[in-house]
């Protein structure tokens, strides 16, 4: 069923800068890999960091691909649905990412191609343009906040799998994302008894029980951008990020392992 929480608002204009960026960010750093480093693992599966980077031209292209698509009459998935309407998808996008990383060995010549046509296709999309996508119609503005998630989280993954990577984030980007996710487990966990804090991007309140008005909330989770979006998409495990004092939670609410990840 679509979320019933109210939806953040965007900047188009912002959002359409950020994933630009980042991705620009992610073909500049996969420019510099060596063969033995595309070769490496990643923590997704057996999926190589050659496949990775091919699967992140695909999720920049989507847009680009229902661009060139006949435009719904009007989006019927909201922008909190994404985490909950990709994973009927995952064996499908994975299989297209494993076909298009065997079709593509010049990655470069892929990143560029990928990048010229979408800026080009953003110049010429108003902003209220609607998407034809997998999953349903979805309006450009929020499916291109779900693509600074895919850029964001799949930048992370890289910069795990391969020494010394480091690929930025750029800070709209970032903040985007976290805020998505962020929004997410509102929407997952409706109620106000609990107080997740991403500072500075993000605060929202969720878990249902006595809601908290005044002063400091009785039951509050803390964590920096990074951690909250590795917790929500399971890179890392919520006792593990406690272990590793990364997160900080107080009060009989504050305890979100049981609904973490978001997605993965």
Known sequence: ???KKRTRSY?????RAAVLAQFG?????VGTLTPDQ??????LGDWTVRDLAAHLTMTVAAVSRALDRPE??????????YPSVTAPFAEAIADGTRRLADAEPDLDALYTRTEDELTARLAAAPASRVLDMRAGAMALTDFLVTRTVELVVHSDDLNAAVPGLDIPFE???LAACTRLLAD?????????????????????QCVEGPRHTRGTPPNVVETDPLTW?????????WSDARDAAQVSASGERADLSGLLPLMS
């Open 1 to 3: 069923m679509p979320a």
């Open 11 to 15: 900047d188009p204009a912002k959002i």
């Open 25 to 29: 960010a992610v073909r500049r750093a």
């Open 38 to 43: 595309l070769a490496l693992p990643t923590r």
């Open 72 to 81: 719904p009459p009007k989006a019927d998935v909201a922008l909190l649905d």
């Open 171 to 173: 800070k709209q980007a």
């Open 184 to 204: 997410a487990l509102a929407a997952k966990a409706p109620g106000g008894a609990t107080e997740v804090r991403v500072p500075p991007y993000a605060v929202v």
């Open 229 to 237: 979006i590795r917790l929500a998409t399971g890179r890392v495990t």
